[in-house]
T-cell receptor, first 111, second 116 residues
């Protein structure tokens, strides 16, 4: 079952914040976040494991609520380089490496 | 630097021919690798799980006789698109789990296949 991401697209000005959500109808073991630029491979951002953890990476952080089967990616003080399509990949049982991806959220940061 | 490498990055082949794409894990062993396909402006769709030393596991709707997967060593998986048709044109990308890096899953650079 493919996780659902929201919003589908967002346009920001440099310095603004954004939140991207990822919801699943199935129990989750882990959530993986990637950013993909047009014509390129996805780039790993972070992984969140069962246990409701929260992680941060510079101005990008994420949370994982396993009870709600949801994860959110927080982008603060966005930069032009943040533009791209963000995908969440979910793993249902154990961290086998097999990920099912959401449909993606396109983020455009304007000067 | 890259931890998973794919080759070729771009390939054009004639309809009816076969094309092979390689996926290598660099400096780590991957008993399992994964193959995805991505059409323009769409998400990554899992095609199959490549298992070292055994048969690949295909997702529902993926033709195993058309997309041959071989995982002959702990660092190499190959995807062969047989009897390619224009509708097989897509971005093919592999991934591998790096247990030494907290089970982070890394993707290769991807391979653009165009069938003419």
């Amino acid at each position: 079952q493919q996780p659902v991401q929201s919003p589908q697209a967002v346009i920001l000005r440099e310095g603004e914040d954004a939140v991207i959500n990822c919801s699943s109808s199935k129990a989750l073991y882990s959530v993986h976040w990637y950013r993909q630029k047009h014509g390129e491979a996805p780039v790993f951002l972070m992984i969140l494991l069962k246990g409701g953890e929260q992680k941060g990476h510079e101005k990008i952080s994420a949370s994982f609520n396993e009870k709600k089967q949801q994860s959110s990616l927080y982008l603060t003080a966005s930069q032009l380089s943040y533009s791209g399509t963000y995908f969440c990949g979910t793993s249902g049982s154990g961290n086998t490496g097999k990920l099912i991806f959401g449909q993606g959220t396109t983020l455009q940061v304007k000067p | 630097g890259a931890v998973v490498s794919q080759h070729p990055s771009r390939v054009i082949c004639k309809s009816g021919t076969s094309v092979k794409i390689e996926c290598r894990s660099l400096d780590f062993q991957a008993t399992t690798m994964f193959w995805y396909r991505q059409f323009p402006k769409q998400s990554l769709m899992l095609m199959a799980t490549s298992n070292e030393g055994s048969k690949a596991t295909y997702e529902q709707g993926v033709e195993k006789d058309k997309f041959l997967i071989n995982h002959a060593s702990l660092t190499l998986s190959t995807l062969t698109v047989t009897s390619a048709h224009p509708e097989d044109s897509s971005f093919y990308i592999c991934s591998a789990r790096m247990t030494q890096a907290g089970n982070t899953i890394y993707f290769g650079e991807g391979s653009w296949l165009t069938v003419v």
